[in-house]
């Protein structure tokens, strides 16, 4: 009973510890990791539709809307390759980072918003 009591206090703080290390939408400091990992070669994925891109997108994007992100995973090479997603709000981006995550991409990054991006 003791050792479950010690594992569960040791899950909560390390969960609690990573959500407050984590950068938030907002935070300028997102934006500059954005930006940092993008000019180091990573691949910036707009996550909106093809009208929204059109309407505007940041330079050098590629746009694969997140309800086709699962077909058109080869667009963007192997799972190795740095990823940037973002979106109009970030609720699609969080999405696509979950889905690429979970699809053996290990270095995906959430811009969240366009608007984050410095």
């Known amino acids: 009973m003791r050792i479950l009591l010690v594992v569960t206090a ?3 703080v390390s969960v609690l510890v ?16 954005a930006r940092r990992r993008v000019e ?4 910036l994925v ?4 093809p009208e929204e ?11 694969i809307p997140v309800g086709a992100l699962e077909e058109r995973l080869g667009e963007l090479g ?7 997603v973002y979106c109009r709000s970030g609720a699609r981006s969080g999405r696509a980072e979950r889905l690429l995550k979970a699809r053996g991409f290990q270095d995906v ?7 984050a991006w410095p």
């Open 10 to 12: 040791v899950v909560f």
């Open 18 to 33: 990573i959500a407050c290390v984590r950068p938030r939408p907002g935070d300028p400091s997102v934006g500059a990791e």
């Open 40 to 43: 180091a070669g990573a691949t």
């Open 46 to 49: 707009d996550v909106r539709t």
């Open 53 to 63: 891109f059109a309407a505007g997108h940041l330079p050098g994007a590629v746009n």
């Open 78 to 84: 192997p799972p190795a390759t740095p990823l940037v």
């Open 109 to 115: 990054f959430d811009l969240g918003p366009m608007s």
